[in-house]
Nanobody, 124 residues
Framework: QVQLVESGGGLVQAGGSLRLSCAAS????????MGWFRQAPGKEREFVAG????????YYADSVKGRFIISRDNGKNTVYLQMNSLKPEDTAVYYC?????????????????WGQGTQVTVSS
Protein backbone atom coordinates (compact mmCIF):
# COMPACT_ATOMS: atom_id res chain seq x y z
CA GLN A 1 0.00 0.00 0.00
CA VAL A 2 1.57 3.25 -1.16
CA GLN A 3 1.06 6.17 1.19
CA LEU A 4 1.83 9.80 0.44
CA VAL A 5 1.75 12.52 3.08
CA GLU A 6 2.15 16.18 2.12
CA SER A 7 3.23 18.96 4.43
CA GLY A 8 4.46 22.53 4.27
CA GLY A 9 1.39 24.39 3.10
CA GLY A 10 0.22 27.61 4.67
CA LEU A 11 -0.57 31.27 4.20
CA VAL A 12 2.00 33.49 2.51
CA GLN A 13 2.01 36.95 0.98
CA ALA A 14 2.39 37.44 -2.74
CA GLY A 15 6.04 37.30 -3.71
CA GLY A 16 6.88 34.95 -0.87
CA SER A 17 8.04 31.35 -0.86
CA LEU A 18 6.96 28.00 0.52
CA ARG A 19 8.43 24.51 0.31
CA LEU A 20 6.10 21.56 0.18
CA SER A 21 7.21 18.07 1.11
CA CYS A 22 5.71 14.70 0.28
CA ALA A 23 6.84 11.68 2.26
CA ALA A 24 6.24 8.34 0.54
CA SER A 25 6.07 4.84 1.95
CA UNK A 26 4.93 1.40 0.90
CA UNK A 27 7.22 0.69 -2.03
CA UNK A 28 10.72 1.37 -3.33
CA UNK A 29 10.47 5.13 -3.75
CA UNK A 30 13.53 5.51 -5.94
CA UNK A 31 12.12 3.32 -8.73
CA UNK A 32 9.33 5.69 -9.69
CA UNK A 33 8.58 9.16 -10.96
CA MET A 34 6.60 11.58 -8.81
CA GLY A 35 4.28 14.47 -9.52
CA TRP A 36 2.64 17.50 -7.97
CA PHE A 37 -0.85 18.67 -8.86
CA ARG A 38 -3.06 21.44 -7.53
CA GLN A 39 -6.74 22.24 -7.40
CA ALA A 40 -8.07 25.76 -6.93
CA PRO A 41 -11.64 26.40 -5.76
CA GLY A 42 -14.10 25.80 -8.56
CA LYS A 43 -11.44 24.50 -10.92
CA GLU A 44 -10.23 21.13 -12.06
CA ARG A 45 -7.10 19.60 -10.66
CA GLU A 46 -4.07 20.47 -12.79
CA PHE A 47 -0.52 19.27 -13.23
CA VAL A 48 2.15 21.43 -11.64
CA ALA A 49 5.44 19.54 -11.83
CA GLY A 50 6.93 16.07 -12.24
CA UNK A 51 10.27 14.40 -11.71
CA UNK A 52 11.80 11.09 -12.82
CA UNK A 53 13.26 8.56 -10.41
CA UNK A 54 16.80 9.94 -10.50
CA UNK A 55 15.75 13.56 -10.45
CA UNK A 56 17.54 13.97 -13.75
CA UNK A 57 14.48 15.09 -15.67
CA UNK A 58 11.86 17.52 -14.47
CA TYR A 59 8.67 18.87 -16.01
CA TYR A 60 6.68 21.99 -15.22
CA ALA A 61 3.40 23.58 -16.14
CA ASP A 62 3.93 26.81 -18.04
CA SER A 63 2.23 28.73 -15.25
CA VAL A 64 4.92 27.82 -12.72
CA LYS A 65 8.01 27.47 -14.91
CA GLY A 66 10.84 29.60 -13.59
CA ARG A 67 9.21 30.00 -10.16
CA PHE A 68 8.75 26.44 -8.85
CA ILE A 69 11.39 23.75 -8.46
CA ILE A 70 10.67 20.06 -7.95
CA SER A 71 13.33 17.87 -6.38
CA ARG A 72 13.62 14.61 -4.51
CA ASP A 73 15.73 12.89 -1.89
CA ASN A 74 15.53 9.14 -2.48
CA GLY A 75 17.36 8.47 0.78
CA LYS A 76 14.50 10.15 2.63
CA ASN A 77 11.70 8.89 0.35
CA THR A 78 10.61 12.49 -0.08
CA VAL A 79 9.79 14.76 -2.98
CA TYR A 80 9.77 18.54 -2.62
CA LEU A 81 8.18 21.49 -4.36
CA GLN A 82 9.98 24.77 -3.77
CA MET A 83 7.58 27.57 -4.67
CA ASN A 84 9.02 31.05 -5.15
CA SER A 85 7.54 34.36 -6.28
CA LEU A 86 4.12 33.12 -5.29
CA LYS A 87 1.05 34.76 -6.77
CA PRO A 88 -2.57 34.83 -5.55
CA GLU A 89 -3.47 32.58 -8.47
CA ASP A 90 -1.23 29.88 -6.98
CA THR A 91 -3.77 29.50 -4.18
CA ALA A 92 -4.94 25.89 -4.22
CA VAL A 93 -4.79 22.55 -2.50
CA TYR A 94 -1.55 20.90 -3.59
CA TYR A 95 -1.39 17.14 -4.03
CA CYS A 96 1.50 14.77 -4.34
CA UNK A 97 0.92 11.89 -6.76
CA UNK A 98 2.76 8.70 -7.64
CA UNK A 99 2.55 6.65 -10.84
CA UNK A 100 3.42 2.99 -11.30
CA UNK A 101 6.29 3.71 -13.69
CA UNK A 102 9.24 6.05 -14.06
CA UNK A 103 7.35 8.17 -16.56
CA UNK A 104 5.83 11.55 -15.83
CA UNK A 105 2.46 12.47 -17.31
CA UNK A 106 0.37 15.59 -16.94
CA UNK A 107 -2.96 13.81 -16.60
CA UNK A 108 -4.48 12.63 -13.33
CA UNK A 109 -5.32 9.19 -14.70
CA UNK A 110 -1.62 8.32 -14.87
CA UNK A 111 -1.34 8.45 -11.09
CA UNK A 112 -3.12 5.82 -8.96
CA UNK A 113 -1.67 7.06 -5.67
CA TRP A 114 -2.46 10.43 -4.09
CA GLY A 115 -1.81 12.25 -0.89
CA GLN A 116 -4.47 14.04 1.12
CA GLY A 117 -3.37 17.48 -0.07
CA THR A 118 -2.03 20.57 1.64
CA GLN A 119 -3.57 24.03 1.40
CA VAL A 120 -1.53 26.90 -0.01
CA THR A 121 -3.03 30.36 0.24
CA VAL A 122 -1.32 33.39 -1.27
CA SER A 123 -2.62 36.78 -0.19
CA SER A 124 -2.31 39.88 -2.34
Amino acid sequence: QVQLVESGGGLVQAGGSLRLSCAASGRTFSNYAMGWFRQAPGKEREFVAGITWSGGTTYYADSVKGRFIISRDNGKNTVYLQMNSLKPEDTAVYYCAAPTTNSVATTEDWYPYWGQGTQVTVSS
